[in-house]
T-cell receptor, first 112, second 113 residues
């Protein structure tokens, strides 16, 4: 069964600190993996997309990594800001159909 | 929110009533989707449509219905048959294709009492 697991469920950090969010998946055959940011009460917005051959991709202070062998991805946030407070959702797509699986998300709170 | 609008933002209904959630997009996307989001769970696909006048059931279609008469619009009706309708509903659209990026609307929070 295609699944996506994210950890931790929630995280609180101080402004300016770094953090790393994890995503493990069993989706197969793998097509791509996206990280979305969802502000409270809003729709998710795409941060990065990674395909099988990509190990690392950055978008400003966000850096995503992918290990297709172990089926793990991480999202690293550098020098966190208050506006980073949101849920971060990992979404994995399968290659042979339009199956997209969403993780439950990590709720990040950045405190001053 | 990328050219996708959902209305209303908040919706309250009494149990036993049908309710229709609106979703409109001006991105010229062929595909549109409806998801349900509950606390502690990932988004779950209710229905999707790859082209006008065609739609497919997702993982949790029971108690819901949709129509796709126009490319820009994909309304979702939550019927009285839906056992637990209170949730946050998200509409999305994309170009056609596998694993493409979906653009989400701002969502509608439905509360049924």
């Amino acid at each position: 069964k295609n699944q996506v697991e994210q950890s931790p469920q929630s995280l609180i950090i101080l402004e300016g600190k770094n953090c790393t969010l994890q995503c493990n998946y069993t989706v197969s055959p793998f097509s791509n993996l996206r990280w979305y940011k969802q502000d409270t009460g809003r729709g998710p917005v795409s941060l990065t997309i990674m395909t099988f051959s990509e190990n690392t991709k950055s978008n400003g202070r966000y850096t995503a990594t992918l290990d297709a062998d172990t089926k793990q991805s991480s999202l690293h946030i550098t020098a966190s800001q208050l506006s980073d407070s949101a849920s971060y959702i990992c979404v994995v797509s399968a290659e042979n159909n339009n199956d997209m699986r969403f993780g439950a998300g990590t709720r990040l709170t950045v405190k001053p | 929110d990328g050219g996708i609008t959902q209305s209303p933002k908040y919706l309250f209904r009494k149990e036993g009533q049908n309710v229709t959630l609106s979703c409109e997009q001006n991105l010229n996307h062929d595909a549109m989707y409806w998801y349900r989001q509950d606390p502690g769970q990932g988004l779950r696909l209710i229905y999707y449509s790859q082209i006008v006048n065609d739609f497919q059931k997702g993982d949790i279609a029971e108690g819901y219905s949709v129509s796709r008469e126009k490319k820009e619009s994909f309304p979702l009706t939550v019927t009285s048959a839906q056992k637990n309708p209170t949730a946050f509903y998200l509409c999305a659209s994309s170009i056609r294709g596998l694993g493409v990026e979906q653009y989400f609307g701002p969502g509608t929070r439905l509360t049924v009492t």
